[in-house]
């Protein structure tokens, strides 16, 4: 069965404090690594990885898959209140053929302090 | 607001009510998926369509019927759901099945409580 293990599960900081969000995985056929930002309705989509090694980066905001180790992170640089939310990590692999389905991991709640 | 519209966004109805969630995206996207999202929880997937077809179908209680008319709209017809129903329910859909590299792009959803 596919897993996403997302951590820490939350995070309290202040803002101007620089924060990383860890997603790992195991996942048949892995296609893509999705990032997302979730507040109060829709996952606003993030980042999408799918090459290990290549940073992904917008504004204060970057990422970074490392096939090798299953794993991605999240930076964000230079905290606000506006990047309190819920960030989702998804996985992207076969089903079957060129079939394709997320997995999601449980989120991330990041409150950022004034 | 996102490109994809979910309507209503909230709905408060009994068990035994029928009513229908409608998405719709103007996009040209050729999948489309239905999600459920309880309170602190990832949303977990429902149904996938493809080319207006029903491609997956996550073991859904028979009380969830999809429904794809055309490429453009996405509609979920609900009857004799339980309380523990009650959840966001959130629409998606990406430009082509099979593709890996575009992401899933999400309604804001409409917020179900069962009475």
């Known amino acids: 069965e596919d897993k996403v293990v997302q951590s820490p599960l939350s995070l309290v900081v202040h803002e101007g404090d620089t924060v990383t969000l860890n997603c790992s995985y195991e996942?048949?056929?892995?296609?893509?690594l999705l990032w997302y930002k979730q507040e109060k309705k829709a996952p606003t989509f993030l980042f999408m990885l799918?090459?290990?090694?290549i940073e992904k980066k917008s504004g204060r905001l970057s990422s970074i898959l490392d096939k090798k180790e299953l794993s991605s992170i999240l930076n964000i640089t230079a905290t606000q209140t506006g990047d309190s939310a819920i960030y989702l990590c998804?996985?992207?692999?076969?089903?079957?053929?060129?079939?394709?389905?997320?997995?999601f991991g449980k989120g991330i709640t990041l409150s950022v302090r004034p | 607001d996102t490109e994809v519209t979910q309507t209503p966004k909230h709905l408060v109805m009994g068990m035994t009510n029928k009513k229908s969630l409608k998405c719709e995206q103007h996009?040209?996207?050729?999948?489309m998926y239905w999600y459920k999202q309880k309170a602190k929880k990832p949303p977990e997937l429902m149904f996938v369509?493809?080319?207006?077809?029903?491609?997956i179908n996550e073991s859904v209680p028979s009380r969830f019927s999809p429904e794809c008319p055309n490429s453009s709209l996405l509609n979920l017809h609900l009857h004799a759901l339980q309380p523990e129903d009650s959840a966001l329910y959130l629409c998606?859909?990406?430009?082509?099945?099979?593709?890996?590299?575009?992401?899933?792009?999400f309604g804001d959803g409409t917020r179900l409580s069962i009475l």
């Open positions: 799918t090459s290990s090694g």
């Open positions: 998804a996985v992207g692999g076969s089903v079957t053929g060129a079939n394709s389905k997320l997995t």
């Open positions: 996942v048949t056929n892995f296609r893509s």
């Open positions: 998606a859909s990406r430009p082509a099945w099979g593709r890996s590299n575009q992401p899933q792009h």
């Open positions: 996009m040209g996207h050729r999948a």
């Open positions: 369509y493809s080319y207006e077809k029903l491609s």
